[in-house]
Antibody, heavy 121, light 111 residues
Framework: EVQLVQSGAEVKKPGESLKISCKGS????????IGWVRQMPGKGLEWMGI????????RYSPSFQGQVTISADKSIATAYLQWTSLKASDTALYYC??????????????WGQGTLVTVSS | HSALTQPASVSGSPGQSITISCTGT?????????VSWYQQHPGKAPELMIY???KRPSGVSNRFSGSKSGNTASLTISGLQAEDEADYYC???????????FGTGTKVTVL
């Protein structure tokens, strides 16, 4: 079974750093892109960026470029999303998902269970 | 790319059919046949229901179908059931980069 398991909920203060993880299993982790999606409280889904674990090729949504860093460690089949200085507005649920498709990768399936990040003083 | 536009809510009685629209632009939906749809129950992660406009992943009920015309994609749920009550999001490929844009989301209520 293809599965993505994310790290647990985090509570941080503004200005702190954070790295959350997404571990893949049941498939060849290095041959599928992994995407990250934000869902702010009571709001919709926003695409943040994707990474190809095979060579760490990373692409960001313009809205998130420079705000977060996406990385991967293929030796342990894990992708990461990190912040160097959190803001209250980073409070959200963050999902990772495998990205599928042919000539153009274009669908997200399956999804991790989500990681809730709360930033509050 | 701005978010794709969906109606905030759609409702129907059990057994009825409903259709959720998803309007984009000529830069996303209008150019690419790469629209996907996701169902999200409260407190749960999204699940893929339709990909590449009309394709259904294995395990997804054939009551769910997708279509596209111009800059607008649609998801139809036929034979509405109580378990279909959830939020639904469309998503379109928006250019090589690659980039993606999600819809604003639609809450489906089964009356």
């Amino acid at each position: 079974e293809v599965q993505l398991v994310q790290s647990g909920a985090e509570v941080k203060k503004p200005g702190e750093s954070l790295k959350i993880s997404c571990k893949g299993s049941g498939y060849s982790f290095t041959t599928y892109w992994i995407g990250w999606v934000r869902q702010m409280p009571g709001k919709g889904l926003e695409w943040m960026g994707i990474i190809y674990p095979g060579d760490s090729d990373t692409r960001y949504s313009p809205s998130f470029q420079g705000q977060v860093t996406i990385s991967a460690d293929k030796s342990i089949a894990t992708a990461y999303l990190q912040w160097t200085s959190l803001k209250a507005s980073d409070t959200a649920l963050y999902y990772c998902a495998r990205v599928g498709g042919g000539s153009f990768i274009n669908w997200f399936d399956p999804w991790g269970q989500g990681t809730l990040v709360t930033v509050s003083s | 790319h701005s978010a794709l536009t969906q109606p905030a809510s759609v409702s129907g009685s059990p057994g009825q059919s409903i259709t959720i629209s998803c309007t984009g632009t000529s830069s996303d939906i209008g150019t690419y046949n790469l629209v996907s749809w996701y169902q999200q129950h409260p407190g749960k992660a999204p699940e893929l229901m339709i990909y590449e406009v009309t394709k259904r992943p294995s395990g997804v009920s054939n009551r769910f179908s997708g279509s596209k015309s111009g800059n607008t994609a649609s998801l139809t749920i036929s034979g509405l059931q109580a378990e279909d009550e959830a939020d639904y999001y469309c998503c379109s490929f928006a250019g090589s980069g690659p980039s993606y844009v999600f819809g604003t989301g639609t809450k489906v209520t089964v009356l």
